[in-house]
């Protein structure tokens, strides 16, 4: 929670809103906050509340009162809480996560990349990250190209998981487990990938970062049909991909066909890295026009 004082308007909370048992938490500064005719601002970072109606978020709605401020991660997400809670589309915004990028990512160049030689996984090593499925990938795509490289990157979060991970990153030489990696070395990892796979099941997830991180390197990305990432498009460079049982089947037909068509993969590759450049500066920009609202007080004005 942050409070932020200006001259024309005393005092604005912002809060990060929590998404368990801490929105109890929420609550009792919610209610402090109107108590003392403080103004709201919450910033939502969970899909928990927004795949279905959730008791304490309507609770969290009610505590904030009607003239509060909500921030969504992107227009679907701002659609469905909307919804879900009777919010007023007008008392709402959208701020990506993709501001979020690390200078390193930012930073980066979409090099031209021609063709696909290697795919890549990065994130937790967990089931509901989709690990296994990316497994499974892997295995259905050597069959057809047996040179194609693979790289895994991310911390242990299920020992049998990481187990077959690092299994496979021993007896194939193709095949490399970068441990967890950040910052440079995440750099150096999406150096070496063409493809990055995002078969998350994770239920509650929102807007991914690392979907930007690769699109920041021109990597087109396969994705299930998760949180904001569902509402992308192909012209993106995201591939979202409907389904989860038979999501490894349907990513090795989208990267066989780039196999086969180099010029559709480098399409989608540029495509990739102007949408990231596109969508940070839109979401720098918001940003800024936000905090230079707040600091002047007039973020409340006409809502």
């Given at each position: 929670?942050?409070?932020?004082?200006?001259?024309?308007?005393?005092?604005?909370?912002?809060?990060?809103?929590?998404?368990?048992?801490?929105?109890?938490?929420?609550?009792?500064?919610?209610?402090?906050?109107?108590l003392r005719?403080?103004q709201v601002?919450?910033?939502?970072?969970?899909?928990?509340?927004?795949?279905?109606?959730?008791?304490?978020?309507?609770?969290?709605?009610?505590?904030?009162?009607?003239?509060?401020?909500?921030?969504?991660?992107?227009?679907?997400?701002?659609?469905?809480?909307?919804?879900?809670?009777?919010?007023?589309?007008?008392?709402?915004?959208?701020?990506?996560?993709?501001?979020?990028?690390?200078?390193?990512?930012?930073?980066?160049?979409?090099?031209?990349?021609?063709?696909?030689?290697?795919?890549?996984?990065?994130?937790?090593?967990?089931?509901?990250?989709?690990?296994?499925?990316?497994?499974?990938?892997?295995?259905?795509?050597?069959?057809?190209?047996?040179?194609?490289?693979?790289?895994?990157?991310?911390?242990?979060?299920?020992?049998?998981?990481?187990?077959?991970?690092?299994?496979?990153?021993?007896?194939?030489?193709?095949?490399?487990?970068?441990?967890?990696?950040?910052?440079?070395?995440?750099?150096?990892?999406?150096?070496?990938?063409?493809?990055?796979?995002?078969?998350?099941?994770?239920?509650?997830?929102?807007?991914?970062?690392?979907?930007?991180?690769?699109?920041?390197?021109?990597?087109?990305?396969?994705?299930?049909?998760?949180?904001?990432?569902?509402?992308?498009?192909?012209?993106?460079?995201?591939?979202?991909?409907?389904?989860?049982?038979?999501?490894?089947?349907?990513?090795?037909?989208?990267?066989?066909?780039?196999?086969?068509?180099?010029a559709a993969?480098?399409?989608?590759?540029?495509?990739?890295?102007?949408?990231?450049?596109?969508?940070?500066?839109?979401?720098?920009?918001?940003?800024?026009?936000?905090?230079?609202?707040?600091?002047?007080?007039?973020?409340?004005?006409?809502?």
């Amino acid at each position: 929670m942050t409070l932020i004082r200006s001259q024309r308007l005393p005092r604005v909370v912002y809060l990060g809103a929590s998404a368990g048992l801490g929105r109890i938490y929420d609550v009792a500064i919610l209610m402090v906050a109107r108590l003392r005719r403080t103004q709201v601002v919450i910033h939502h970072h969970s899909y928990r509340y927004i795949n279905a109606r959730d008791f304490l978020e309507a609770v969290v709605v009610r505590a904030a009162g009607g003239d509060a401020l909500h921030i969504l991660l992107c227009e679907h997400m701002r659609a469905r809480y909307c919804q879900q809670y009777a919010v007023d589309h007008r008392r709402t915004t959208v701020l990506s996560s993709v501001m979020l990028a690390e200078r390193e990512i930012r930073a980066m160049g979409g090099r031209l990349r021609g063709r696909v030689g290697a795919v890549g996984y990065l994130g937790p090593l967990s089931a509901e990250k989709g690990i296994w499925d990316f497994l499974a990938l892997v295995t259905t795509l050597r069959a057809g190209s047996p040179h194609l490289l693979v790289h895994i990157a991310g911390p242990s979060a299920d020992a049998a998981a990481t187990a077959a991970v690092v299994q496979l990153a021993t007896r194939d030489p193709l095949t490399r487990y970068w441990g967890a990696a950040y910052r440079a070395d995440k750099v150096r990892f999406l150096d070496c990938v063409d493809v990055l796979i995002f078969p998350s099941r994770y239920r509650h997830e929102a807007e991914p970062l690392v979907v930007y991180e690769a699109l920041a390197a021109g990597i087109p990305v396969i994705a299930t049909q998760v949180g904001c990432v569902r509402a992308l498009e192909a012209a993106s460079g995201v591939f979202v991909l409907a389904g989860t049982a038979d999501f490894p089947a349907k990513a090795a037909d989208v990267v066989a066909g780039w196999l086969r068509d180099p010029a559709a993969y480098a399409a989608a590759s540029a495509a990739a890295r102007q949408h990231f450049v596109n969508h940070l500066e839109l979401s720098d920009d918001e940003a800024a026009r936000l905090l230079a609202r707040l600091a002047a007080g007039e973020i409340f004005k006409g809502l």
